[in-house]
T-cell receptor, first 114, second 114 residues
Framework: KQEVTQIPAALSVPEGENLVLNCSFTDSAIYNLQWFRQDPGKGLTSLLL?????REQTSGRLNASLDKSSGRSTLYIAASQPGDSATYLCAVMGDGGSQGNLIFGKGTKLSVKP | DAGVTQSPTHLIKTRGQQVTLRCSPK?????VSWYQQALGQGPQFIFQ???????QRGNFPDRFSGHQFPNYSSELNVNALLLGDSALYLC?????????????FGPGTRLTVT
């Protein structure tokens, strides 16, 4: 059974710092991995999608990497801003992705202080 | 281009009652998935609909049922509500035929059972 773990559960950093959020999964047979952002009480905003054949994806100040063999992904946020404060969720889709569902970690709650 | 929409935004029900939640997928998408997110947890997969049929189901009791209409919109029904059903219910849409399966989430429906 696939399990997704995110470390740390919470993180507080001063504005301007670069930071890394970690995600690990127990079954390497994944179809893709997505990183999401969730503001309090709101829905999920997709940040980056990495297909199983890819190693990384970049969007603006965000870079996500995937190491399928070790069951790890990282989300790198450069030059953090107070507006980046939110909960970041990692989710994997099992192989056979055309019928897949997403399995989520519990998230990392990020607070960026001005 | 409208994204995923959900209604209602908030709902308060009493134990034992029944509830129906609604979701309209992103334009061009043909697949709808439903997730339940308890406070402080990651979303958990309930089921997925494609071509008006339930294609995959998570570990949820039969009290949770759904439907997909010819226009790809979907409903989630929960019977005999329990206090533990209080959660944020998220709908996600995707396009099965192109593969990739990036899921786009709606803003959610906050259900409170008293």
């Amino acid at each position: 059974k696939q399990e997704v773990t995110q470390i740390p559960a919470a993180l507080s950093v001063p504005e301007g710092e670069n930071l890394v959020l970690n995600c690990s999964f127990t079954d390497s047979a994944i179809y893709n991995l997505q990183w999401f952002r969730q503001d309090p009480g709101k829905g999920l905003t997709s940040l980056l999608l990495i297909q199983s054949s890819q190693r990384e994806q970049t969007s603006g100040r965000l870079n996500a990497s995937l190491d399928k063999s070790s069951g790890r992904s990282t989300l790198y946020i450069a030059a953090s801003q107070p507006g980046d404060s939110a909960t970041y969720l990692c989710a994997v889709m099992g192989d056979g992705g055309s019928q897949g569902n997403l399995i989520f970690g519990k998230g990392t709650k990020l607070s960026v202080k001005p | 281009d409208a994204g995923v929409t959900q209604s209602p935004t908030h709902l308060i029900k009493t134990r034992g009652q029944q509830v129906t939640l609604r979701c309209s997928p992103k334009s061009g998408h043909d697949t709808v998935s439903w997730y339940q997110q308890a406070l402080g947890q990651g979303p958990q997969f309930i089921f997925q609909y494609y071509e008006e049929e339930e294609r995959q189901r998570g570990n949820f009791p039969d009290r949770f049922s759904g439907h997909q209409f010819p226009n790809y919109s979907s409903e989630l029904n929960v019977n005999a509500l329990l206090l533990g059903d209080s959660a944020l219910y998220l709908c996600a849409s995707s396009f099965t035929r192109t593969g990739g399966n990036e899921q786009y989430f709606g803003p959610g429906t906050r259900l409170t059972v008293t």
